[in-house]
C-alpha cells in the first residue's frame, strides 16, 4: 500500500502579519486568504526494512538512515522530521521502515506559505498511514506546533489554516493560539472575476521570512507604535476586502490591496525594497489599481488587481524585470489524502 497526501498554496489578501505573536495575543488578528492549485504532495511507502528514507525532489535532497524513534534535527530536510519526531512523540512509534517522499509547486521563500503547506501535507499522510484521529484543526495546530515550537521557526498561523481547511478563509487569532477559521461563501461569479484579474508574479527571487518576522515581532515587543498602528490597519483590511467579496465589490480589491501594501511596508524593515517597489509602481502605471508582496515580503511573489483587461499591458511591462507569472485556479478543497 502506498499512501499520498496533498495540501494547497495560498495567497494572502489582506491582514498579512497579524497572525504573528505577540501582536496577535495582545490585539487579536484577523486575515482572508484564499488557497490556489499550487500544492504541496507528500509520499510515503511502508518498507520491509528498519530504515528511513526521507527525499525532497524538488530540492535535490535525500536522507536516509536506520530506522528510529527521533531523528537529528541537523538542517537536512527538517520539517519532514520535525513532522516525524512530533508524532512518535506524541502517538509511539511507527510499524516500521519507510520511505517519504515530498514535491512543493513553489520554491521556498516564494511567499506562498509552501513550507508549512508542505509539513501539512506530510502530516496528512502520517494520519492516513497511522489512521491517527485528527481534525482539521488538529492537523493546522500540529503543523503550527512543529514549526513555531519545535524546531522554533519565525512566522505566524494562516499557512497551516489555510492549507488545512482550503477555499476562501476569514480567519481570525487570539491569544493562546485560538484560532478560528470562518469560511466564506462568495459567488462564484465574484470568485471568477477576481481570478480573472488578479496576476501572480514571481520576482524571481526567493527570501528569508524569518528574519522580516522577527523584526515585526521586536517591533510589538519594543512598543514601536508606528508598526503596531500599521498592523491595527493591516486588520482593517481584511475586514474590508472580507465586505467586497460577499458584496461583489471586487473592484474595489485593487484599492484594498494597495491600502494594505502601504501599511505592510511600515511593520518592519525589509518587507520591500527599491526593486520591489519600482516592479509596484510599473504595474500601477501599466492600469493595475493595487497589489502587494505576497507572505512576509522581501521578494517571493507579487500579486496585482488588473481591471478591465489591462493585466495584458501590466505582464508586458513586468517581463521586463526577468520575472515569470503562475497560472493558478482558486480551489475549494483543502488537505486531501489517498491510498493506492
Known amino acids: 500500500m502506498i499512501y499520498r497526501s496533498k495540501a494547497p498554496l ?44 526521507i527525499e525532497a525532489y524538488d530540492r535535490g535532497e535525500l536522507v536516509q538512515c536506520e530506522f528510529a524513534n527521533e531523528l537529528e534535527i541537523d538542517g537536512n530536510l527538517n520539517l519532514a522530521k520535525g513532522v516525524y519526531n512530533h508524532i512518535v512523540g506524541r502517538y509511539g512509534p511507527v510499524p516500521g521502515g519507510f520511505k517519504l517522499s515530498t514535491i512543493v509547486d513553489a520554491p521556498a521563500g516564494s511567499g506562498l506559505g509552501s513550507s508549512s503547506t508542505l509539513v501539512v501535507a ?63 461563501r462568495i459567488r462564484q461569479e465574484y470568485l471568477f472575476e477576481l481570478e480573472n484579474n488578479l496576476i501572480l508574479y514571481f520576482t524571481a527571487t526567493s527570501r528569508l521570512s524569518s528574519t522580516i518576522i522577527e523584526s515585526q515581532s521586536k517591533n510589538v515587543t519594543d512598543k514601536n507604535q508606528s508598526s503596531i498602528d500599521a498592523m491595527h490597519h493591516l486588520k482593517e483590511q481584511a475586514l474590508m476586502m472580507k465586505e467586497a467579496l460577499l458584496k461583489g465589490n471586487v473592484h474595489d480589491i485593487g484599492r484594498i490591496l494597495d491600502y494594505g501594501f502601504k501599511y505592510k511596508k511600515q511593520m518592519a524593515k525589509g518587507i520591500s525594497n527599491d526593486s520591489l517597489d519600482e516592479i509596484y509602481e510599473s504595474a500601477l502605471k501599466a492600469g ?8 512576509a515580503g522581501g521578494g517571493g511573489f507579487m500579486m496585482f ?8 499591458q501590466v505582464r508586458k511591462t513586468l517581463a521586463a524585470f526577468g520575472g515569470s507569472f503562475s497560472p493558478y485556479q482558486f480551489t475549494d478543497r483543502g488537505l486531501a489524502s489517498w491510498r493506492i
Open 288 to 295: 493595475a489599481t493595487g497589489g502587494k508582496i505576497s507572505g
Open 122 to 184: 506530510i502530516i496528512g499522510v502520517f494520519v492516513d498511514w497511522l489512521r491517527l484521529p485528527m481534525g482539521e484543526y488538529d492537523i493546522a495546530h500540529m503543523a503550527y506546533q512543529v514549526e513555531r515550537v519545535d524546531l522554533a521557526m519565525a512566522g505566524g498561523k494562516q499557512d497551516q489554516y489555510a492549507a488545512t481547511f482550503g477555499g476562501v478563509n476569514f480567519m481570525e487569532f487570539y491569544k493562546e493560539n485560538n484560532v478560528i477559521v470562518n469560511p466564506l
Open 10 to 53: 495560498r495567497i494572502g489578501l489582506a491582514g498579512g502579519g497579524t497572525d504573528v505573536s505577540p501582536y496577535c495575543d495582545l490585539y487579536g488578528g484577523a486575515i482572508l486568504n484564499a488557497t490556489i492549485s499550487l500544492y504541496a504532495y507528500a509520499t510515503i511507502e511502508p518498507l520491509d526494512e528498519p530504515k528511513i528514507i
Open 305 to 312: 488587481y488588473c481591471p478591465a483587461n489591462t493585466r495584458y
